[in-house]
């Protein structure tokens, strides 16, 4: 059974960073993409980025580029989600996903399988 888990959400101030976490089991996932969404109150889930898990391709939201960092270690069935530069506006429960197998369209949340629980990050003044 695939599981994911989110760690490492908290509050910060604005401009500061976070490092969020999503270890993944139940799967061998060479041939996976893996996703992070966030949802803020009152929005829809919206794609934050992506990457392949076998070339290591990765995909940032226009509204994230040039501040997060998506990355992964294969070891460990780790997916990271590095959060630099935060504003008030990324507040949101941030969750990872999985697509057991890749389909090319990362940015849809239609197209993964399995979800993780979610995390939630605060960005106060």
């Known amino acids: 059974q695939v599981q994911l888990a989110e760690s490492g959400g908290g509050l910060v101030q604005a401009g500061g960073s976070l490092r969020l976490s999503c270890a993944a089991s139940?799967?061998?996932?060479?041939?996976?993409?893996m996703g992070w969404f966030r949802q803020g109150p009152g929005k829809e889930r919206e794609f934050v980025a992506a990457?392949?898990?076998?070339?290591?391709?990765?995909y940032h939201a226009d509204s994230v580029k040039g501040r997060f960092t998506i990355s992964r270690d294969n070891a460990k069935n780790l997916v990271y989600l590095q959060m630099n530069s935060l504003k008030l506006e990324d507040t949101a429960v941030y969750y990872c996903?999985?697509?057991?197998?890749?389909?090319?369209?990362?940015?849809?949340?239609?197209?993964?399988?399995?979800w993780g629980q979610g995390t939630q990050v605060s960005v106060s003044l």
């Open positions: 139940g799967h061998t996932f060479s041939t996976s993409a």
């Open positions: 996903a999985v697509q057991l197998v890749d389909s090319g369209n990362v940015r849809n949340k239609r197209a993964y399988d399995y």
């Open positions: 990457i392949t898990w076998s070339g290591g391709r990765t």
